[in-house]
C-alpha cells in the first residue's frame, strides 16, 4: 500500500512538471525536486460568507425576538405561522454559517488537492439535503400530505432516474476506492 501511493506520488509529481513545460530533462528535475509543505489559504470571500449567513441568522434572531416581544403586531395564527418561518430560516442560515466554517477550516486543511475537493462535494451535497429538509419541515405544516407528495415524486423520478443514480452511485464508489 505505502509501494503504491508512493508511485501516485511520483506520477502526480512528473503531471504537474509536465504541465509547466514540455522539455523532458526539466520535467524530470522538477519531479526530482521535493515539493514544499501544503499551506492552508484563507481566502476573504470565505470571510465575508460566513459573516453574511451569521448576520442573516443574526437579524432572523432579533426579528423573532421582536415579534415575541410586541405580540399584538400579529394576530395569533399568523404570528405563529411567522415565527415558523423565522425559525426555519435561522436554522438554515445557522446550518449554512456552521457548514462554511467546516468547509473553510477543517476541509480547507486537507493536503490532497483530490481528497479535499471530494470531501468538499461530498460535503455540500450533505448540507443541501439537510437545508432542503427544514425548508420541507417550515413549508409543510401537515407532514403526511408532505411525505405522500414527496413519496409519490420519489416513485415518479426513481423510475425516469435510474441511470443517472447508478451513475452517481459509481461516482461515489470511485471517490471512496480512489483507484486512479
Sequence with gaps: MERRDKEQENLSRLERAAQRTADPKTIQQQAKKPEGKFR???RKEDLWWTAGFAAAALLLFAVQLLINWHLEWFEAPLRAR???YVWGGLLIFVMLTIANIVEV???????NRVSRFNLKRIFRLVVVVAVVFVAISVLFVNWYAAVVSLGLISLTLGF?????????????????????
Design 160 to 180: 425516469a432516474l435510474q441511470m443517472p443514480i447508478s451513475s452517481f452511485i459509481a461516482w461515489i464508489y470511485i471517490l471512496a476506492r480512489a483507484p486512479y
Design 40 to 42: 492552508f489559504s484563507f
Design 82 to 84: 411567522v415565527l415558523n
Design 105 to 111: 477550516f477543517l476541509i480547507g486543511r486537507i493536503p
